[in-house]
């Protein structure tokens, strides 16, 4: 009788111990939303999210990381950001970090949106691109490199059309 109550203890005593493990596990790994869409550009990734679970205005985020051989890592750049109108391509932003953000209420982006509406006014009815490049220095070498991008958006997620698209991310990858 002692010996199965004692195998019993430690079969107990595993199980705890392993649940224990696997709770811990669970509680150090944050959950990460997943894109409702992704394209892949040839030298970056652009995903639409409906959510993200950070402090930031919805928007775009840019971020750009350095490719040299086998390594990828976080550089700042000089990003600028403008938008195609029915006529015109206006500037929406510039900056320089190797993570940018730019709010959809950006005085300038909603400039553009503006004027799709001014055309017709479905907010819906047009998909329209930004132009984004994406300067790296090397200051070190005095050497630069320039990326550029057209990242497809839907005028309607700049005028805050409930339950559509909330946050584009750019990944721009930097080829040294």
Known sequence: MGMVFR??????????AALSIV???????RAQPSPVQSLRLPHGVVSYY???????SPGLIIRVY???????YAVPAFIAVY?????????????????????????????????????????NGYN??????????????????????????NVGWVMNDPGKIKYIVLTAYVNL
């Open 23 to 29: 709770f811990s596990a669970l509680f150090l790994v």
């Open 7 to 16: 195998l019993r203890l430690l079969v107990f005593i595993l199980i705890i």
């Open 66 to 72: 350095a490719v040299n051989g086998s390594s990828v």
């Open 83 to 123: 938008g195609l109108t029915p006529r015109h391509i206006v500037p929406i932003a510039y900056g320089y970090g190797s993570v940018v953000n730019v709010p959809f209420n950006n005085t300038n982006w909603l400039f553009v949106a503006n004027k799709w509406l001014a055309f017709n006014p479905s907010v």
């Open 128 to 153: 329209t691109s930004l132009l984004i490049f994406v300067t790296y220095i090397d200051f070190a070498k005095n050497e630069s490199w320039i990326e550029a991008y057209s990242v497809p958006y």
């Open 50 to 56: 409906s959510s993200m679970p950070t402090s930031t």
